[in-house]
């Protein structure tokens, strides 16, 4: 049984922070991509910050030098603290678990990932940052 639940969002203004958290139980996570999505009605659902099982990090432009990744005590635990929050971060945002199918994948690897091939997901928590 694979569960992945996620943590932390709530609402700041413009250049604060937050920190999400996502707990994966019922995985191997050196096998495994996680990755954290976040999604505006009617756009596409967008992968933003990306970690293999090797520990190994990648974020899209985007989100590069204003959100960190980082793990707990165990691998099947990961945090997004998010810092100089725009408005346009404003976003449902997902954790998500991809099989990468080769042991220790990079983080670089998971990107190259779409959403649709993620195998598990968690309910998402909503991040809203105003001006």
């Known amino acids: 049984q694979v569960q992945l639940v996620e943590s932390g969002g709530g609402s700041v203004q413009a250049g604060g922070s937050l920190r999400l958290s996502c707990v994966v139980s019922?995985?191997?996570?050196?096998?495994?991509?996680i990755t954290w999505f976040r999604q505006v009605p009617g756009k596409e659902r967008e992968g933003v910050a990306f970690?293999?099982?090797?520990?190994?990090?990648s974020y899209v432009d985007s989100v590069k030098d204003r959100f960190t990744l980082s793990q707990g005590n165990t691998k099947n635990t990961l945090y997004l603290q998010m810092d100089s929050l725009k408005p346009e971060d404003t976003a449902m945002y997902y954790c998500?678990?991809?099989?990468?199918?080769?042991?220790?994948?990079?983080?670089?690897?998971?990107?190259?990932?779409?959403?649709?091939?993620?195998?598990?997901w968690g309910q998402g928590t909503q991040v809203t940052v105003s001006s």
């Open positions: 019922g995985i191997t996570a050196s096998m495994y991509c």
């Open positions: 970690i293999g099982g090797d520990g190994s990090k």
């Open positions: 998500a678990a991809y099989r990468a199918w080769s042991l220790l994948a990079s983080g670089e690897s998971c990107k190259a990932k779409p959403y649709r091939l993620y195998d598990y």
